[in-house]
Each structure stands twice: as C-alpha cells, then as structure tokens.
T-cell receptor
Framework: AQSVTQPDIHITVSEGASLELRCNYS??????LFWYVQSPGQGLQLLLK??????LVQGIKGFEAEFKRSQSSFNLRKPSVHWSDAAEYFC?????????FGTGTRLTVIP | DGGITQSPKYLFRKEGQNVTLSCEQN?????MYWYRQDPGQGLRLIYY???????QKGDIAEGYSVSREKKESFPLTVTSAQKNPTAFYLC????????????FGEGSRLTVL
C-alpha cells in the first residue's frame, strides 16, 4: 500500500541556516513525488515534483529535493532559510486516483 | 487568471444543519478532489471525481455528499450525519486522474457551533 511518512512534526531553524525536511515513502513502482507548502489558513502551493530523470530536482523559492530510491526518501532542502519560509510542508505521493499526503512538518524560523 | 475558487472561506453552522461548500475551477481539468485537513493529520481524501457525472468515495466519505454536473464545479455537502465536521476543507483539481500534481483552492473553514 502507498504511504508517505514525515518523521518530523515540528522543526525550528534560525534564519540563514540550512534546512532539510525528511520524507519517506512506500510504493510498489516508480513513484511520482511532490513537496507542497501551506501558509496558515491558505491552500497548498507546489514547491517541486519528481517524475523521472535527474534525482535532484529544483523548485521554487530556492528549494530542492533529492530522490533516493535505495532509501525510499525524497528529502527537501534549502541552503539558507528566510523568515518567510515559516509554514507547513507536505510531502505527497501519487497513487492511481489521488495523491497521498504525509502529516506535514511545521517549520518555525527564528531571527 | 486560471485557478480554483472555493467559497465561502469561513462558514459557521449549527449542529443538525447541512452546509454546502462551493468549488469552481477554470483550468479545464477533468479530475477534482475534496480533502479534509485537521491539525496533525495531514490531508484526508473525502471524494473525488475523474469525469463529469461520476464520483468516487475517498477514505472518509461518511457524512459527506458531492455532485459533478459540470466540469467546472464540484460542490461538497457536509450533512448532519457527519459527527465532527469542524475542519478546514480543501478542493483540488488536476488535468486527469493519475496525471501530475494537484492544484489547490484557498480552502474553506467550517465551524460547527
């Protein structure tokens, strides 16, 4: 069965520090993977996606993610976090009929 | 601009009342979805529709109903049978089932008083 796990419920980083949000998935075939960001009370915005090809994908707002099949992971990274990056981040995996979402990681950025 | 419009953004309802949340898209997408979001639980699928006049139950369909009479519209009714309806509801669409990412609306927050 398909599933997505985001082990970290809440992460706090200092502004300017690097960031890595973890995502692990379970899927029988080659997965299509996504990272979304959600500001409070808003909808979800796509940051990046992986379908095939280069395992390091670039997204918007300076984010990138690396697909590692051997580890069943798709971790999100950013070299230098800005205060405006504070939000909730969701990893998702496509199934036959819809997307499966992780439970999210809330990012707090401290000055 | 193309996108998904959800209304109302905030809605208050008394127990025992049905309420309908609107979702309209002008992206010409075939597939549309309703998710429920609760703190710490991520997004859970309520219903989805891959084509007009057809829809399928998701993981938590009990107490909800939908219709898909037009390609652009996929309203969700939260019925009085839904035991715990207070939540944030998100509508989404994509070009076809199984293809690519979802595009989301801004959400509707329902509070039952």
């Amino acid at each position: 069965a398909q599933s997505v796990t985001q082990p970290d419920i809440h992460i706090t980083v200092s502004e300017g520090a690097s960031l890595e949000l973890r995502c692990n998935y379970s899927y029988g075939a080659t997965p299509y993977l996504f990272w979304y960001v959600q500001s409070p009370g808003q909808g979800l915005q796509l940051l990046l996606k992986y379908f095939s090809g280069d395992t390091l994908v670039q997204g918007i707002k300076g984010f990138e993610a690396e697909f590692k099949r051997s580890q069943s992971s798709f971790n999100l990274r950013k070299p230098s976090v800005h205060w405006s990056d504070a939000a909730e981040y969701f990893c998702a995996l496509t199934g036959a009929n819809n997307l499966f979402f992780g439970t999210g990681t809330r990012l707090t950025v401290i000055p | 601009d193309g996108g998904i419009t959800q209304s109302p953004k905030y809605l208050f309802r008394k127990e025992g009342q049905n309420v309908t949340l609107s979702c309209e898209q002008n992206l010409n997408h075939d597939a549309m979805y309703w998710y429920r979001q609760d703190p710490g639980q991520g997004l859970r699928l309520i219903y989805y529709s891959q084509i007009v006049n057809d829809f399928q139950k998701g993981d938590i369909a009990e107490g909800y109903s939908v219709s898909r009479e037009k390609k652009e519209s996929f309203p969700l009714t939260v019925t009085s049978a839904q035991k715990n309806p207070t939540a944030f509801y998100l509508c989404a669409s994509r070009p076809g089932a199984g293809t690519g990412e979802l595009f989301f609306g801004e959400g509707s927050r329902l509070t039952v008083l």
